[in-house]
């Protein structure tokens, strides 16, 4: 139902996705925000530094991300929408590179959800709330016209009476002002609206609801007397249709949405990358600007959170991440959420694509992917970068050349602590007395301290 790419969405975007092929694109980039986030993949073992920084100020993080817009604007459909997430730090500088790649005409709405709640803040109000940008490419869009519940104190304000069946209603008029003078402006049981100026005006879509036949105005009045739906005033007056607080249809969704919370700690859909973003919110956009069948791209993919909604959603979907930690974590949620074969393009296959992973993602290449097992914390713990699946022998992760005697020797104390025999040392390749300290080791200690290079693993499991 999907693919993923590993790579940068700029050439996802312009070589992989025909012109107008796509129905809606949520893009959530790499905030101008200047920090340097701690990231926990999932089981609070694997951290990594998440860089979310740009060398040349905002304007060539603008320019960047125009280039990327502008791929999108080809990609999309006639009729399809963008929305891009982004907070108060470069947000102006997008909403002018969107206003000329898209169109002034085709901006839709700047959406503000609000992420966190108020805290303290070095003489400025708090900064609580993320931009949305909503763009379509044309006037024919697609939109379905959401709806929310009606907030529960709104209901008790305007629909205060109860009848029998304890059903709120509001009592709203059957008159229009003006007099006619059909059958709306003749009496009905002793009511007459023309001595007041008015007119009756029974409401079309009550009627269709009901079932009832064409007639004069008084025995739709009748009709729906008997359906229980007039209210009469105590002391007299003008009757009133009862308009119930469960035939209501829902309010629009606002432009200014606090009614969908951020991850919290304890969230089960947590996985601890720093931007990620509810479910909630992300099935609210999709329904919005899709229907069923749709195809949902997402360029800056993160932990796949756009993908699993679209899935639920039936809809198809590309997804698109430079990163193969978050192609490897995205695989795992869209598997639990029922997506089936998942085709990955763009994941490493040679040493030199290896050489040139950062390196907690030749480390997380190594220990999850080969050998399956647990990381460690970035840049190891005393000597251990992971733990192989079920018997948890130690790994030692090198993303270097001729590993050397010291390192085997150092390695030892580490398989030493953890009380294994076998321990494990990965990098491109070993020097001479590597191999002679790992013969020693095993002759003087019975430990063993297996060296196993990129190559080896690259022709399969590591043995």
């Not at 309010?251 to 700690?265: E, F, G, K, L, Y």
Request: glycine share 10%; charged share 30%; net charge positive.
């Amino acid at each position: 139902m999907g693919t993923l790419y590993c790579g940068d969405c700029l050439e996802v975007l312009e070589k992989k996705l025909e012109p107008e092929s796509v129905d809606f694109i949520y893009a959530d980039p790499p905030f101008f925000s200047n920090r340097t986030y701690e990231v926990i993949w999932g089981d609070e073992a694997e951290v990594r530094s998440f860089e979310d920084r740009w060398e040349g100020g905002v304007e060539v993080y603008a320019e960047w991300m125009a280039e990327r817009l502008r791929a999108c604007h080809r990609a999309l459909k006639p009729n399809g929408s963008l929305f891009l997430h982004c907070d108060y730090h470069a947000s102006h500088y997008l909403k002018l590179r969107l206003d000329g790649i898209f169109g002034r005409e085709n901006f839709r709405n700047e959406l503000i959800w609000r992420r966190t709640h108020a805290h303290g803040g070095s003489r400025r109000f708090a900064p609580v709330h993320d931009t949305i940008f909503f763009y379509s490419k044309g006037e024919d869009y697609v939109w379905t016209d959401p709806r929310t519940a009606h907030d529960p104190g709104y209901i008790e304000r305007h629909f205060k009476n109860v009848d029998m069946d304890g059903r709120r209603f509001q009592p709203i008029t059957l008159t229009g002002t003006g007099v006619r003078h059909g059958d709306s402006g003749k009496p009905w049981r002793g009511k007459n609206p023309t001595k007041v100026g008015r007119h009756w005006a029974v409401p079309g879509t009550v009627i269709k609801r009901l079932g009832i036949k064409e007639g004069t105005v008084q025995q739709r009045l009748d009709a729906l007397d008997k359906a229980g739906l007039i209210f009469w005033p105590e002391k007299g007056g003008t009757p009133r249709l009862k308009w119930y607080a469960d035939q209501l249809e829902g309010q629009a969704v606002p432009d200014v949405w606090t009614d969908i919370p951020p991850i919290s700690a304890k969230a089960a859909e947590r996985l601890g990358y720093p931007t990620q973003k509810p479910e909630a919110l992300l099935e609210r956009i999709i329904k919005a600007a899709t229907v069923s069948g749709a195809l949902v791209v997402d360029p800056f993919c993160g932990c796949g959170t756009t993908l699993v909604v679209a899935q639920r959603l039936k809809r198809k979907w590309v997804g698109v991440d430079i990163s193969h930690t978050a192609i490897r974590v995205i695989k795992g949620r869209l598997a639990k959420a029922g997506a089936g074969v998942i085709e990955s393009i763009g994941l490493v296959t040679t040493a030199e694509e290896l050489r040139l992973l950062k390196p907690f993602e030749f480390q997380n290449w190594v220990v999850r992917e080969k050998f399956n097992g647990t990381v460690g914390p970035a840049g190891g713990d005393k000597g251990v970068d992971g733990l192989t699946f079920m018997v948890h022998e130690p790994i030692q992760v090198k993303q270097s050349d001729s590993v050397g005697r010291i390192v085997v020797d150092n390695f030892l104390a580490a398989i030493r602590r953890t009380k294994k025999k076998r321990g494990y040392i990965v990098a491109f390749s070993f020097g001479k007395g590597a191999y002679e300290e790992a013969a020693a080791i095993r002759h003087r200690e019975d430990i063993e301290v297996r060296l196993i290079t990129v190559d080896e693993l690259l022709s399969g499991p590591p043995k």
